[in-house]
């Protein structure tokens, strides 16, 4: 097949084993409980992205349960890898490489993505990166524009690109950083949280107000209609740039003892709390950003899918473009990982098969 079309710079693309020059990069992930693949062109042009969500699996357990997790990734990984490749229409001789997340995430799900990618790269010849699944988030948001996914059909219409430098927020169920991203593969770390990040706090939140899981959606739903300034939560100051979840989720423990059963004020504190999540890492940005000179805001990780962040960082920072990647590349997937890989294969980089999974791996 055709790769692209377009011209591209002398060093923006891959000689595969074949010969044939490429700018298709195989994605998957595995970190938590979605099973995803993607075919991703040069970081930037969506070429599939296929995602087998294990929610509902993990539904009754209240959060994701790890060997069920496992068990799940190992039954869905070829056939999610096939569609994959199917949907974009690539065989194997078509790609540059394959990207796998190899942490941060839970040690027993990476192990099956990263086995995958291995014994892929085995058979083929294909050069193999290992992916930081935070660094996929912060790419996530090179794959649209303006909230649309760009694909083979868009990507030549001149779309605007992400911006750099720009300052990032990644805000999922396990992580809460605050990123300076210079380019496509340089940032660095400026912050995050101390103890639970932003999506987990969401959970608890939803647990406790028996509202189900995954909770970030849930909360949000119930907080339509209730009134955020119903219920004082307090937003920890003197962090420098870090967060702290803990107090908040406490603070709403002690409001739901305080009621007696059928009588909790439950969109009132679901609209409370959520204001008082938002106005944390809105305030965060505010503190980042001062003397520098960002020329955007990105935000990922699955929090982001979050209509009041959204809103409440449009309006603080109303000078600044903000990138939100479609719900769809918020929450985990492939093609952010097949996007991050791409600057280290393009670069000739090749992992080869000796690299191990890392569950708690920072930025
Ligand atoms: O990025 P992600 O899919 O997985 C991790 O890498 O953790 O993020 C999942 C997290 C969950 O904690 C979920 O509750 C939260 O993102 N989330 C939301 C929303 N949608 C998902 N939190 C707040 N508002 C939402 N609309
Ligand atoms: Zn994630």
């Known amino acids: 097949m055709s790769v692209g079309g377009a011209a591209s710079p002398m060093n923006d693309e891959v000689v595969s084993s074949q010969g044939a020059t490429s700018r298709l990069v195989l994605g998957i992930e595995t970190s938590c409980d979605e099973t995803a693949a993607a075919v991703v ?113 868009t990507a030549g219409e001149g779309l605007p690109v992400l911006p750099y430098p720009h300052l990032a927020l990644i805000v999922s169920g396990g992580h809460t950083d605050l990123v300076w991203v210079d380019a496509a593969d340089r940032h660095q770390r400026l912050g995050g949280t101390r103890d639970d990040a932003a999506g987990e706090a969401f959970d608890k939140a939803a647990r406790m107000l028996g509202l189900g899981y995954p909770g970030g959606p849930l909360v949000e739903r119930a907080a339509t209609g209730g009134r955020s300034d119903a219920f004082a939560f307090t937003v920890p100051r003197g962090l420098g740039l870090d967060f702290s979840f803990s107090g908040l989720k406490t603070a709403l423990l002690r409001h739901v003892e305080a009621h007696g059963e059928g009588e909790l004020p439950v969109a009132d504190l679901a609209a409370s709390f959520q204001a008082a999540v938002v106005r944390a890492l809105v305030e965060r940005c505010a503190a980042a950003l001062e003397g520098r000179d960002a020329r955007a805001i990105a935000v990922a990780g699955g929090v982001a899918a979050n209509g009041t962040l959204r809103t409440a960082l449009a309006a603080r920072f109303p000078e600044l473009p903000l990138w939100v990647p479609p719900a769809v590349l918020c929450t985990d997937n492939a093609a952010m990982i097949a996007a991050a890989g791409w600057h280290r294969l393009a670069r000739g980089e090749d992992d080869g098969l000796a690299f191990d999974v890392g569950s708690s791996m920072g930025l």
């Open 41 to 153: 062109e040069a970081g930037r042009i969506v070429h599939s992205n296929v995602i087998a969500s294990q929610a509902t699996l993990h539904a009754p357990y209240g959060g994701v349960f790890p060997e069920v997790a496992s068990r799940q990734h190992v039954r869905d990984i070829v056939p999610v890898i096939q569609e994959a490749l199917r949907d974009a229409g690539a065989d194997w001789p078509d790609l540059a490489g394959i990207a796998v997340t190899s942490g941060p995430g839970l040690a027993g799900a990476l192990l099956v993505g990263a086995n995958a990618a291995k014994g892929l790269a085995m058979a083929t010849g294909l050069p193999l990166v290992a992916v930081n699944h935070l660094e996929g988030h912060l790419a996530s948001n090179a794959l649209h524009s303006g909230g649309a996914i760009i694909t083979p059909e």
